[in-house]
């Protein structure tokens, strides 16, 4: 046990009751090295470990607040996390528990690269030429960049964050940045509402000019761009085009800051709260201790894939909105409705007793079974099923409820679909799924009797040349039907076998990349490989093994990540990262754009480059919100020298579009329909 302990890439350390320090593992003292010559620290505590002057001070104001405020953290012991800096300069995570027994269990993880990637990305919003400011609800600052601290920080005037904008606005008329008469702007600036929203020349004491234009964002805060006007005022002749050009820049930043703010609680198809939303929801719920009862519901669609190969991803995307708005106009005001899945939606209801919520879903499956959608020029009558639960002792957490609700959902499908189904643990169909075991065989019978197939996709520069080819996985059954990852990969990640159907992936591409490589072409073949996948530690080694028995295969072999909506341990998959790429493989981040943390995830996995969503491109040239991300992800990539690939190009109008806007790589329909590799390759 101590030795597993002594692996841990976190530092762990238990305190008892009086606070005397009863076991901590290597990593410990090897983030605090100054506590090493104090010997055996095993009965000191924690006050005296806090105390001893360390290297960690130099990067404090004050010492002594800054030792005060450890020891009240670490007295609370709530489990919030917080940062401690390192002698090296580093970063930790700390977090500490208080257990029923008084004992305090504290852990600190090294965030270091994180925090150097955030200062990459404010590199890139610091290079913006004009002044951004991002403001919460309350009209407290959040975020602004180098152009707005030139323009408003002096010593009595700083801009960090969580200081109200009003406050700041006041200090800098009082140490007088603008100019007489400026004070009514400034205020309506500060205040919420219409008069605020207008675009302002404000003039500033030093005989500058700032163009202030501020706009709501989806979630009440709102985003000011700051614009300097001095050349422009002093070219009247010229004015009236440059406010439409600063008016241009203006609502691109303000659409890549409410693409933001709507990404991370929304879902990007049907606008509803996505998953996340509906975990803070119900962590609210469950954390501010309401006695009112809590029930969780999940909707499938039934029968859904079977639409989407039947009348295409255009088809079954509408039915998608159309589905939520029905259940939306069904469901009382203070209800909550998300996407959760690809076709699942989840519903969360309070104050209602068992009679009421199977009421309310029975009541949803009738009206949507006797309900006929108009999509893509058809008429479609589905049918849903539906799963329930309700917050007990055992379902306290987010996750737990809408795992017992989707349990309900799956045992609803499995006994013949269009009904709704209430989660019993004592239910053995609760335990089985005929479903999932028939995949389990499906995905399992594939593997062994070699099933499963590869078809490459070519991935082009702009002139139309093939740069490499993307692999994408299918699956043949005993009937020798083909189905789409789509079908049996959502299965495979339930019954915990992604990271055997990964294995299989990574030797076939291995011995491609090699074919490639043998014949002397310098094209590559790039895998998908899940994030769950690629922080599981034995993958790690078999994929190191396999990469050093093939020299040279990192010149014709890349990885894309998938299913970062499901990253868990960011740390662990960074450090793989680093150590593939210290191989010589080129890492992406894929599906970027097509979920609610795709900018985040950026920050937390140092890649070499990102592929844009389909589902980004499809609609480029009708939504304004898709147009901005791309025009944002290229401005990230040039600015952090990454890579940028397109996919889902099929139209040419799409190409010309995504070459303006400064795209080089692109994959999709227009150039290239997947093909068997085998038959590609020879």
Same mark, same amino acid.
């Given at each position: 046990?101590?030795?597993?302990?002594?692996?841990?890439?976190?530092?762990?350390?238990?305190?008892?009751?009086?606070?005397?320090?009863?076991?901590?593992?290597?990593?410990?003292?090897?983030?605090?090295?100054?506590?090493?010559?104090?010997?055996?620290?095993?009965?000191?505590?924690?006050?005296?470990?806090?105390?001893?002057?360390?290297?960690?001070?130099?990067?404090?104001?004050?010492?002594?607040?800054?030792?005060?405020?450890? $020891?009240?953290?670490?007295?609370? &012991?709530?489990?919030? *996390?917080?940062? +401690? /800096? %390192?002698?090296? !300069?580093? #970063?930790?995570? =700390?977090?500490?528990?208080?257990?029923?027994?008084?004992?305090?269990?504290?852990?600190?993880?090294?965030?270091?690269?994180?925090?150097?990637?955030?200062?990459?990305?404010?590199?890139?919003?610091?290079?913006?030429?004009?002044?951004?400011?991002?403001?919460?609800?309350?009209?407290?600052?959040?975020?602004?960049?180098?152009?707005?601290?030139?323009?408003?920080?002096?010593?009595?005037?700083?801009?960090?964050?969580?200081?109200?904008?009003?406050?700041?606005?006041?200090?800098?008329?009082?140490?007088?940045?603008?100019?007489?008469?400026?004070?009514?702007?400034?205020?309506? $600036?500060?205040?919420?509402?219409? &008069?605020?929203?207008? *675009?302002?020349? +404000? /003039? %500033?004491?030093? !005989?500058? #000019?700032?163009? =202030?234009?501020?706009?709501?964002?989806?979630?009440?805060?709102?985003?000011?761009?700051?614009?300097?006007?001095?050349?422009?005022?002093?070219?009247?002749?010229?004015?009236?085009?440059?406010?439409?050009?600063?008016?241009?820049?203006?609502?691109?930043?303000?659409?890549?800051?409410?693409?933001?703010?709507?990404?991370?609680?929304?879902?990007?198809?049907?606008?509803?709260?996505?998953?996340?939303?509906?975990?803070?929801?119900?962590?609210?719920?469950?954390?501010?201790?309401?006695?009112?009862?809590?029930?969780?519901?999940?909707?499938?669609?039934?029968?859904?894939?079977?639409?989407?190969?039947?009348?295409?991803?255009?088809?079954?995307?509408?039915?998608?909105?159309?589905?939520?708005?029905?259940?939306?106009?069904?469901?009382?005001?203070?209800?909550?409705?998300?996407?959760?899945?690809?076709?699942?939606?989840?519903?969360?209801?309070?104050?209602?007793?068992?009679?009421?919520?199977?009421?309310?879903?029975?009541?949803?499956?009738?009206?949507?079974?006797?309900?006929?959608?108009?999509?893509?020029?058809?008429?479609?009558?589905?049918?849903?099923?539906?799963?329930?639960?309700?917050?007990?002792?055992?379902?306290?957490?987010?996750?737990?409820?809408?795992?017992?609700?989707?349990?309900?959902?799956?045992?609803?499908?499995?006994?013949?679909?269009?009904?709704?189904?209430?989660?019993?643990?004592?239910?053995?169909?609760?335990?089985?799924?005929?479903?999932?075991?028939?995949?389990?065989?499906?995905?399992?019978?594939?593997?062994?009797?070699?099933?499963?197939?590869?078809?490459?996709?070519?991935?082009?520069?702009?002139?139309?040349?093939?740069?490499?080819?993307?692999?994408?996985?299918?699956?043949?059954?005993?009937?020798?039907?083909?189905?789409?990852?789509?079908?049996?990969?959502?299965?495979?990640?339930?019954?915990?076998?992604?990271?055997?159907?990964?294995?299989?992936?990574?030797?076939?591409?291995?011995?491609?990349?090699?074919?490639?490589?043998?014949?002397?072409?310098?094209?590559?073949?790039?895998?998908?490989?899940?994030?769950?996948?690629?922080?599981?530690?034995?993958?790690?080694?078999?994929?190191?093994?396999?990469?050093?028995?093939?020299?040279?295969?990192?010149?014709?072999?890349?990885?894309?990540?998938?299913?970062?909506?499901?990253?868990?341990?960011?740390?662990?998959?960074?450090?793989?990262?680093?150590?593939?790429?210290?191989?010589?493989?080129?890492?992406?981040?894929?599906?970027?754009?097509?979920?609610?943390?795709?900018?985040?995830?950026?920050?937390?996995?140092?890649?070499?480059?990102?592929?844009?969503?389909?589902?980004?491109?499809?609609?480029?040239?009708?939504?304004?919100?898709?147009?901005?991300?791309?025009?944002?992800?290229?401005?990230?990539?040039?600015?952090?020298?990454?890579?940028?690939?397109?996919?889902?190009?099929?139209?040419?109008?799409?190409?010309?579009?995504?070459?303006?806007?400064?795209?080089?790589?692109?994959?999709?329909?227009?150039?290239?329909?997947?093909?068997?590799?085998?038959?590609?390759?020879?």
């Amino acid at each position: 046990m101590a030795g597993f302990l002594d692996s841990m890439l976190d530092a762990l350390a238990v305190f008892d009751a009086q606070d005397r320090l009863v076991f901590h593992n290597r990593r410990f003292v090897e983030l605090f090295p100054f506590l090493e010559p104090l010997g055996d620290l095993q009965g000191l505590t924690f006050y005296a470990l806090a105390s001893v002057p360390s290297g960690e001070w130099r990067w404090v104001n004050d010492p002594e607040i800054y030792l005060k405020d450890r $020891l009240r953290r670490h007295a609370e &012991a709530d489990g919030a *996390p917080f940062l +401690i /800096p %390192l002698e090296n !300069g580093g #970063w930790v995570q =700390a977090r500490e528990h208080r257990t029923p027994d008084s004992w305090i269990v504290a852990t600190w993880s090294d965030v270091s690269r994180l925090k150097e990637t955030e200062a990459r990305l404010q590199d890139a919003i610091d290079s913006v030429a004009a002044g951004l400011i991002l403001l919460d609800s309350e009209g407290r600052i959040t975020l602004t960049n180098s152009g707005m601290r030139q323009i408003l920080a002096t010593p009595d005037a700083t801009l960090e964050p969580g200081r109200p904008l009003s406050d700041l606005l006041d200090e800098a008329v009082a140490n007088g940045i603008f100019a007489g008469g400026a004070a009514s702007q400034l205020a309506a $600036l500060a205040t919420p509402g219409p &008069a605020g929203e207008v *675009p302002m020349e +404000i /003039p %500033l004491h030093d !005989g500058r #000019w700032i163009l =202030a234009s501020h706009r709501p964002l989806g979630n009440g805060g709102v985003v000011g761009i700051w614009t300097d006007l001095t050349a422009q005022k002093k070219r009247e002749a010229e004015l009236v085009a440059m406010r439409e050009q600063l008016r241009l820049h203006t609502e691109a930043l303000a659409d890549f800051a409410r693409l933001i703010a709507q990404q991370a609680r929304n879902d990007m198809l049907t606008a509803l709260p996505n998953r996340f939303a509906l975990e803070e929801r119900l962590d609210h719920l469950l954390r501010d201790g309401e006695t009112t009862l809590i029930w969780v519901g999940v909707i499938d669609i039934d029968h859904f894939s079977g639409i989407n190969d039947a009348l295409g991803h255009a088809t079954a995307d509408e039915l998608l909105r159309e589905t939520g708005r029905f259940l939306r106009g069904l469901l009382r005001t203070d209800d909550t409705l998300a996407r959760v899945g690809a076709d699942e939606f989840a519903i969360v209801l309070t104050g209602l007793d068992e009679s009421e919520v199977t009421s309310i879903a029975n009541r949803l499956n009738s009206a949507v079974q006797s309900h006929v959608f108009h999509v893509g020029g058809s008429r479609l009558s589905v049918t849903v099923s539906v799963g329930l639960t309700m917050a007990q002792d055992k379902l306290r957490t987010p996750s737990s409820l809408l795992a017992a609700a989707d349990t309900a959902c799956r045992v609803a499908k499995e006994s013949g679909r269009d009904r709704v189904q209430l989660y019993d643990v004592g239910d053995p169909k609760m335990r089985t799924s005929h479903q999932r075991v028939s995949w389990a065989e499906r995905i399992r019978l594939g593997l062994e009797l070699d099933r499963f197939r590869l078809h490459l996709q070519a991935i082009v520069d702009r002139d139309g040349n093939v740069c490499g080819y993307e692999a994408l996985i299918r699956l043949k059954d005993s009937d020798n039907v083909c189905h789409s990852p789509g079908q049996f990969l959502p299965a495979a990640r339930r019954l915990g076998l992604m990271c055997r159907i990964d294995s299989w992936v990574c030797h076939q591409c291995v011995d491609f990349a090699m074919r490639l490589l043998a014949a002397g072409n310098d094209q590559y073949v790039s895998m998908n490989l899940g994030v769950q996948t690629l922080s599981n530690t034995t993958f790690q080694r078999k994929l190191l093994d396999l990469i050093a028995a093939n020299p040279g295969v990192e010149k014709t072999l890349r990885i894309e990540i998938t299913e970062t909506d499901d990253i868990h341990d960011a740390h662990q998959a960074a450090s793989f990262i680093v150590e593939l790429r210290a191989c010589g493989l080129h890492v992406y981040l894929d599906d970027f754009g097509n979920g609610y943390n795709s900018f985040e995830v950026l920050k937390q996995l140092p890649v070499d480059g990102i592929k844009i969503d389909w589902t980004v491109t499809r609609d480029l040239l009708s939504d304004p919100i898709d147009e901005a991300q791309i025009r944002a992800a290229v401005s990230i990539t040039d600015s952090l020298g990454l890579e940028l690939i397109v996919e889902g190009v099929e139209e040419e109008r799409q190409l010309i579009r995504l070459r303006e806007l400064g795209a080089t790589l692109f994959q999709g329909f227009y150039f290239h329909r997947p093909v068997n590799a085998e038959t590609l390759l020879g």
